[in-house]
């Protein structure tokens, strides 16, 4: 079986070779038979990667441990969810999930542009092509998923006891689908520099790939934080480290991807801004991938050192610089005829917008990059812990908070000063309010009545644009109220379901802000019986109960929460586990959550003679809205994503632009492939 | 914003009526204005744009110098004992079996740390050629649960600062947690 997994590997390298080469002869020779070859290579070498893939888990789950990968990550005892989720736990499987993700795009890529775009679609795939090729060069060669021990041994070694929960089984493989996903909208865009079309046919072919891209991002980050929140104990669910911010930056950028695009769409300006956008993007999801692999910072999530380090950063430097070189090289025809006009108009906004979105994104990058710098400069690595990045990082939030509440609402162009009064009106007086509220009920960090005031500024604004949208139908169609918001909706998702996630996002961020604030923290040592309080609960340790099976031992502790009134709220049972494989202790978490506070319970620890519990218990406000508002988030995505006909009769208009000759060949070419 | 608000209204009122109802104009086509305002527009933009990017700039500069620590091994603790006074360190080192002390009533962790032995390219500790001091630090961290994975022999890294007496007084000790395990041979 091994054999097979790398002989898969191997054809899958010569057929992404072959699709480059027979891509590029086909368009440049004017041969169309070799672009449908080139397309059917790219599905083969998808097949083939497939394989591999399949090979991984089936000797996951036979428990094969002749494989080096299996003995190092798995254990016959390991329950079979996890055994599946083992393919991402180290590097050999994580790398072939990656390459997978990026052959299952590429198919699909291939797929849709299999008519459209035939001058620039071979390009493209063939930029998709390159970067699988380095991915199966590291499988091939380099960190090998199929190689075999020298002597078999009885038992595994066991996944890792702080992977088994099934957060972090779906948190790789969302931002993993997230950071392969935003390959596609790149490589439409140095296809359109290799080519020379730059006008924004790449942007709208691509564009529901950076949403789908984007949302997996959030998710990703989302599931990330809410596993350490579950998991790592500590109460809170960020340390910006450097693995986390790996995952974060590359979300930033699409996040300004996503907003300057329009102004490209609308107005034909920032064409250099919106490529440079997408090759950031691109950049930063290989920067992630080698800051996790290769061990250069050291981080709480370290992973082990491998020689993968200096072939991922020359890859990373190769593709910076001809990128960029295109670039250099096109950037007379990039020059935009249009300008801006006005600080208040919505170009503006999206324009300041995304300067404190890449502003926020090189903080991050600086912070985290900071120790190797400073080795490699002064001798001495100094690093920056999470203060840093939340006193930076804080201020720009509220400015970026601010924009979000006036970029839809202000005009394209520039504003009059009517306009503003009638749009902001009602938003401002719903925000101070917020904020004189606040202050009434005690409030008195200015941040936080900013925080809370700009927030609710923004939902204001958004209230006004759905009322005024419903009430704009209620009279054009005399559709009656619900009916009218529906169809608001439906008609303009695009619109409408961004207004969501900018909802989903300012929720959020109260929770970030309500957490980060308001968190308190009481350590104690208690006897069974004995009872102690936070905030307004008391808790009183019951006692331990005990259970042992051939993978972990748990000792759970009992604890009675009562409220103010002295009532009893709920038993909560943290837990201390040892998983035996591993020899390794892991802490599991209660976690009581209402929308006002979570009350969050460990088990610090346990004393040998199982009379004293040793208690960690936070107690966080408004931690809830963090999800809720992701939900929000969710939401919003799913509802820009929903199938538009107007949508796709604008691209259609815009992709129709291409000359009858190049039409020509494409249906040549796909007549060919059908 | 006092000022740009100032600013657009200034300009906006300047403009002929039939101009100042375009609020929503369709794009492109009507994108020339009057030779002089164009050209007052540009530079301005690159004013704010530059001020924000100062603003950055600046919280990236001040964030610095308050909130950064040195991160030292225990052999550079050592070297630079004398200098580092009541400088924020993290401390990266191993810990030293036979020396863990922990007091879960008070929550009171104390250990000894010792530098991490470089590996050779099979793994082996390379051995110094001189042999030179062995040396370690006593740390001493009060008031936090002992982590899940803090074991003698576990590398960690030691949040806090050198006192008196070479004892490092930590607010926290991280254990690395590396993704593969080696379960522990029996000794």
Redesign the interface.
């Known amino acids: 079986m091994p054999e097979l997994g790398n002989l898969a590997l191997a054809l899958a390298l010569i057929l992404a070779v072959y699709s480059i080469v027979a891509n590029i002869y086909g368009t440049r020779r004017n041969a169309p038979d070799f672009v449908v070859s080139a397309r059917h290579a790219i599905w083969s070498m998808c097949a083939m990667v497939t394989i591999a893939v399949v090979v991984l888990w089936l000797a996951l789950l036979r428990s094969d441990f002749s494989l080096e990968y299996v003995a190092?990550?798995s254990s016959s005892t390991l329950p079979t969810a996890y055994k599946i989720t083992a393919l991402w736990?180290?590097?050999q499987g994580s790398l072939l999930l990656w390459t997978w993700l990026l052959a299952i795009f590429t198919s699909v890529a291939a797929f849709q542009n299999r008519r459209r775009n035939p001058d620039t679609a071979p390009y493209a795939l063939a930029v998709l092509a390159g970067v699988a090729i380095f991915f199966l060069l590291m499988l091939n060669f380099v960190t090998r998923p199929f190689d075999l021990l020298p002597v078999i041994p009885a038992e595994g070694?066991?996944l890792?006891p702080?992977?088994q929960n099934y957060w972090m089984a779906i948190h790789p493989p969302s931002l993993y689908i997230g950071y392969v996903s935003a390959s596609v909208p790149f490589a439409f865009g140095a296809a359109a520099l290799i080519t020379g079309k730059l006008d924004d046919g790449w942007i709208r072919s691509t564009r529901r790939w950076a949403i789908f891209s984007w949302f997996f991002l959030t998710l990703g980050n989302l599931f990330g934080a809410r596993w350490a929140y579950e998991v790592l104990?500590w109460g809170g669910y960020w340390a910006w480290d450097p693995v986390e911010n790996a995952a974060f930056m590359p979300w930033l950028v699409m996040t300004a991807y996503l907003h300057s695009v329009m102004i490209q769409e609308?107005?034909?300006m920032l064409k250099v801004w919106n490529l440079s956008l997408i090759g950031l993007a691109f950049g930063l999801t290989l920067f992630g991938t080698f800051i996790t692999r290769s061990g250069v910072i050291?981080s709480?999530?370290?992973?082990?050192q491998s020689g993968l380090g200096p072939y991922f950063l020359s890859f990373l430097i190769t593709v910076t610089l001809s990128y960029t070189a295109l670039l250099i090289f096109r950037s007379k025809q990039l020059r935009s005829?249009?300008?801006?006009?006005?600080?208040?108009s919505r170009e503006?906004a999206f324009?300041?917008n995304n300067?404190?979105l890449v502003?926020i994104t090189?903080?991050v990058f600086?912070g985290t990059i900071?120790?190797v710098l400073s080795e490699a400069v002064r001798g001495?690595?100094?690093?920056?812990?999470p203060?840093?990045f939340n006193?930076?990082n804080a201020?720009?939030a509220l400015g970026l908070v601010f924009l979000t509440g006036i970029g839809p609402l202000i005009?394209?162009?520039?504003?009059?000063?009517d306009?503003l009064v009638r749009s902001f009106a009602a938003p401002v007086a719903i925000g101070v309010t917020t904020g004189i509220v606040a202050a009434a009920a005690g409030l008195r960090q200015w941040y936080v009545l900013t925080a809370f005031s700009l927030g609710a500024f923004v939902i204001g604004t958004v209230l006004v644009e759905f009322r005024r949208g419903m009430n704009a139908r209620r009279h054009m169609m005399n559709e009656p109220r619900a009916k009218a918001l529906v169809n608001l909706v439906a008609k303009n998702n695009r619109r409408y379901g961004g207004y969501v996630i900018h909802v989903g996002v300012i929720v959020a961020f109260i929770g970030i802000v309500g957490s980060s604030f308001f968190r308190t923290e009481v350590?104690k040592?208690v006897h069974a019986g004995d009872s102690f309080t936070i905030g307004s609960y008391t808790l009183r340790f019951l006692g331990f109960s005990e259970v042992d099976t051939p993978h972990l031992a748990s000792a759970t502790a009992r604890v009675e929460v009562l409220g103010p009134d002295g009532r009893e709220i709920t038993v909560m049972t943290p837990a201390k586990l040892f998983y035996i494989?591993?020899?390794?202790?892991?802490?599991l978490v209660a976690i009581r959550s209402t929308p006002l506070n979570d009350l969050y319970v460990?088990l610090?620890?346990v004393?040998d003679s199982g009379q004293?519990a040793?208690f960690?218990v936070f107690l966080t406000p408004l931690v809830f809205w963090l999800w809720a508002g992701g939900l929000l988030m969710v939401l919003g995505t799913v509802i820009v994503m929903w199938p538009n006909v107007r949508e796709r009769a604008a691209i259609a208009t815009v992709l129709s632009r291409s000359s009858s000759a190049d039409r020509e060949l494409a249906d040549l070419a796909a007549r060919g492939g059908d | 914003m006092q000022t740009?608000?100032g600013?657009?209204?200034r300009?906006?009122?300047s403009l002929p009526e039939s101009r100042?109802l375009?609020?929503?104009?369709a794009?492109?086509t009507i994108?020339t204005?009057p030779g002089n305002q164009?050209m007052n527009?540009?530079p301005?933009?690159f004013i704010?744009?530059g001020l924000?990017?100062l603003a950055?700039g600046y919280?990236?500069g001040?964030?610095?110098r308050?909130?950064?620590?040195?991160?030292?091994t225990v052999t550079?603790v050592a070297a630079r004992q004398s200098e580092l006074g009541a400088q924020a360190l993290?401390v990266?080192g191993r810990v030293k079996p036979g020396t863990v002390n922990?007091d879960?009533?008070?929550?009171t962790l104390k250990f000894e740390i010792v530098p991490i032995p470089d590996l050779d390219a099979a793994g082996a500790p390379i051995r110094p050629v001189v042999a030179t001091e062995p040396v370690s630090f006593r740390v001493v961290a009060a008031?936090?649960?002992?982590p899940?994975?803090f074991a003698p022999g576990r590398d960690v890294?030691v949040?806090g600062k050198l006192g008196a007496g070479g004892v490092i007084t930590a607010t926290q000790v991280?254990t690395?947690?590396?993704?593969?395990?080696?379960?522990?041979q029996s000794q």
Not at chain 2, 143 to 146: A, I, L, Q, S
């Open positions: 190092s990550y736990a180290g590097q070694s066991d890792n702080l992977l104990g609308r107005k034909d050291s709480v999530h370290s992973f082990t005829p249009a300008e801006f006009e006005s600080y208040l503006a324009l300041f300067l404190i502003g090189f903080a600086w900071f120790p001495v690595k100094i690093t920056v812990g203060p840093f006193r930076v201020p720009l005009a394209w162009r520039r504003t009059t000063a306009n350590k040592s494989r591993a020899q390794q202790p892991a802490t460990v610090a620890g004393d004293t040793t960690e | 740009q608000r600013f657009c209204i300009i906006c009122s100042r375009l609020a929503h104009p794009p492109a994108m204005r164009k527009i540009r301005r933009f704010g744009a924000i990017i950055i919280l990236i001040n964030a610095m308050t909130t950064s620590e040195y991160y030292l550079e993290r990266a922990w879960p009533n008070t929550l008031g936090e649960p002992k899940d994975m890294i949040e991280l690395s947690c590396a993704s593969k395990y080696k379960p522990k």
